[in-house]
């Protein structure tokens, strides 16, 4: 065991130096800082007059998505007992690597100018959300996979991660800002798919039985990750939004989903289980669902009250995921959902973005006035209609399923 450890401190080793001499190496050929007014600030092939937000709100905006990714996530992934502070360190450590591949490969697909990345606060929060993405797929085969092999899931998914966001955001023109597909949805299926090409039956038993010692620290790790969710993920829901009204509609959408995601467990999971109330992982997860729903509608006019709806459902989603879902894949798909991706992220994910389809349809000049054309450019511009909007924000959810599907079977 002893040489086996030190052959697998010396592979993890070799692979973090030649992944930072290659990432140096990139950036010193390619990136450059973004000058004030450039090219940087938002993607050329996007339609950019909505995203004029200057550079003080865009460093805050990456402060909080950045706090929140590496806080909540970090806290998150550390709840087994035979690995807790060692799985929060990894993923510490993938995300050191996955913000600086996905600068890269987010930069030559929507930052490139001239032979040269440029980078910025911008740019950085695109980063901080794929490389959540990838923490989200972890999540899936945690306490089953080493350091390498988590770094190697990083690199293949920051591509195709970035790959999927680049088709659905600059090509087809979908509203997605904080992430319902191409974060929690693309991340969620991802790792389920890493997870069933990892499946052993020979050692699914000892598996479980190591994943069920959980330790007494879960609650402490549950507690700490569900308070910096509740106040930075908000801001991560709208960081990419336009500036002014569709920026607090995000704000304002993602807390009532938020709470209603909470109350919704507490009306349903003392009828799932013989515990009388919630533990605080379930409450922890609650708040994930609720807001993984609101990624995509967050900015539209979803109201108030259809904010509270689509939290309460997605509340509801979690514990009957959890409690009926999560057996099924087990057995019968043989797919080990170590962290509940599929019903914390992947379930509300595609809920959110049925829901942002179904605003899409309804998006009109007479209930949007002038904020249609941040929210829904084409549709202000003419170019698009409201159900050609609809249609497209529709048949980003089959595109998004079948790359982080395809993805996840490379990779596993």
């Not at 600086?100 to 910025?120: H, M």
């Not at 904010?307 to 959890?322: D, E, K, N, Y």
Request: proline residues 4%; neutral net charge; hydrophobic residues 50%.
């Amino acid at each position: 065991m002893p040489e086996r450890s030190a052959a697998s401190g010396l592979r993890l080793s070799g692979l973090c130096f030649l992944l930072q001499i290659l990432n140096i190496l990139l950036f010193a050929v390619f990136v450059r800082y973004s000058p004030e007014g450039g090219p940087g600030r938002c993607p050329p092939q996007l339609n950019c007059s909505r995203r004029n937000e200057d550079s003080g709100l865009q460093q805050s905006r990456f402060r909080d998505v950045h706090i929140q990714v590496l806080l909540s996530f970090g806290l998150l992934l550390a709840f087994l007992g035979r690995c807790g502070p060692g799985s929060a360190a990894i993923s510490i450590l993938i995300l050191a690597f996955a913000i600086q591949w996905a600068l890269l490969i987010q930069g030559f697909l929507s930052f490139f100018l001239n032979g040269k990345i440029y980078v910025g606060a911008q740019s950085m929060v695109r980063a901080d959300f794929c490389t959540a993405a990838v923490l989200i797929s972890t999540g899936a085969v945690l306490g089953r996979v080493n350091p390498v092999q988590m770094l190697l899931l990083a690199l293949l998914e920051v591509v195709l991660c970035s790959l999927n966001e680049y088709i659905l955001l600059s090509l087809m023109g979908v509203s997605d800002s904080g992430g319902s597909l191409t974060v929690h949805t693309f991340g969620a299926y991802f790792g389920l798919m890493v997870s069933r090409l990892l499946y052993q039956p020979h050692n699914d038993k000892r598996k479980r039985k190591e994943q069920q010692d959980t330790g007494h620290q879960t609650d402490v790790f549950a507690v700490a990750g569900t308070i910096y969710l509740w106040i930075f993920w908000p801001s991560l829901t709208s960081a990419t939004t336009a500036r002014g009204d569709a920026e607090n509609w995000a704000v304002l959408n993602t807390y009532f989903s938020l709470v209603a995601s909470v109350v919704g467990t507490f009306t349903l999971s003392p009828l799932l289980y013989e515990e009388r109330a919630p533990w605080m992982v379930q409450i922890q997860d609650a708040t994930l669902a609720g807001l993984a729903v609101m990624g995509m509608a967050g900015e539209m006019l979803v109201t108030p009250f259809g904010a509270l709806i689509a939290g309460f459902l997605a509340g509801l989603i979690s514990p009957l995921g959890f409690r009926f879902f999560t057996p099924v894949l087990h057995s019968r798909l043989k797919i080990q959902d170590t962290c509940g991706v599929h019903s914390i992220h992947g379930l509300p994910g595609i809920l959110g973005a049925l829901l942002g389809t179904l605003l899409s349809l309804l998006a009109t000049a007479d209930t949007y006035g002038d904020r249609l054309e941040l929210v829904f450019p084409l549709l202000a511009q003419g170019s698009r209609t409201a159900t050609d909007q609809a249609l497209i924000q529709l048949s980003a959810l089959p595109l998004t399923l079948l790359l982080a599907a395809l993805g996840g079977c490379i990779t596993g």
